[in-house]
């Protein structure tokens, strides 16, 4: 049977059904709304959005594809929070591969970049940020010995030292591997990324990642309206919706366009530094050079590009 002769008989059974004319888009609006219903089980009604439900692929887009989406998302915040916000596109930088380096013998665990985080990336303080900081004590490197509660009055606290831990952008990162929609990948200036739109909300990357770095959205964001960061990227800081993972992207929206990631500058103590690890005049590649840097579960082989070192 061909498919348009299987539309006007079903446009024909429902018009003898509910006695008006009922045409192919009303017909398959119906349908998606029914669908919608049945599986978001929500005391209130939500909008079903045709464009967001068939769009492509971020790999898949073109300019004007983009430029559609980009603009959906911005009505859509104004709608929600009453603010214009700009939703950005920055480009890979060509020669560019981005690594984390972070100096635990300076680190204090004043916790300034896990505040510059949250701020800076428009996260709900359910999930509060994407750096947590460990107290360890001086002389183990178990991290299981390590606390995210402790009092950031005290620090530092002596016979501890801090280690934050966040997104390690990993060469080889198993959350991209077990991903079933490709919703997430990794760049080639070395940041792993997520489609929010395109991501189904499985879980398989929180799993999958060993350092903790995935979170999971349960509900539609509760942010303050006046602190919200206007100037996001579709692929790192915009406000994420219900039901999807997020993660740290150091900062894509700032770092490919030549600033530093917020929480760097946050850092009292300069313990973070940041940069191009290709480039043999910045930060990063002295420090590979000229330090004993170690990586996170280095028995994993997934090639972590966050390094840490003492002095």
């Known amino acids: ?33 029914a669908a919608a219903a049945s599986v978001i089980p929500v005391k209130k009604a939500q909008a079903f959005s045709f464009a967001k439900f068939f769009q492509k692929h971020y790999k898949e887009m073109d300019a004007e594809d983009k430029k559609s989406v980009f603009a959906r998302i911005q009505k859509e915040a104004k709608e929600k929070y009453q603010r214009d916000v700009t939703i950005s596109d920055p480009e890979v930088i060509e020669g560019v591969k981005f690594a984390y380096c972070l100096n635990l013998s300076t680190c204090n665990g004043s916790r300034k970049c896990v505040t510059a985080c949250a701020e800076e990336n428009n996260i709900d303080p359910q999930i509060g940020s994407y750096i947590k900081v460990l107290e360890m004590p001086i002389g183990s490197m178990n991290l299981e010995k390590g606390t995210k509660y402790y009092q950031g009055d005290s620090v530092p606290e002596s016979g501890k030292f801090y280690m934050p831990v966040q997104c390690n952008h990993c060469d080889a990162p198993p959350c991209t591997k077990v991903c079933p929609v490709e919703a997430t990948w990794k760049e080639k200036d070395g940041l792993v990324v997520v489609d929010y739109d395109w991501c189904i909300g499985c879980r398989y990357c929180q799993a999958a990642c060993p350092y903790e770095a995935r979170h999971f959205n349960f509900r539609e964001p509760q942010l303050d309206r006046t602190k919200i960061n206007t100037e996001q990227s579709y692929l790192s800081n915009r406000v994420r919706p219900k039901g999807v993972m997020e993660k740290c992207t150091f900062c894509l929206h700032r770092t490919r366009n030549k600033q530093y990631p917020a ?42 590009q966050f390094f840490y070192y003492f002095d």
């Open 263 to 304: 929480c760097l500058e946050a850092c009292p103590t300069g313990a973070r530094k940041f940069g191009n690890i290709l480039d043999e005049k910045s930060e990063v590649y002295q420090i590979l050079k000229t330090k004993r840097v170690f990586v996170l579960k280095e028995e994993l082989n997934t090639m972590p």
């Open 1 to 33: 049977m061909k498919k348009k002769s299987l539309e006007n008989r079903l446009g024909k059974a429902m018009e003898n059904s509910i006695g008006k004319q009922v045409k192919r888009r009303s017909f398959l609006q119906g349908l998606a709304t």
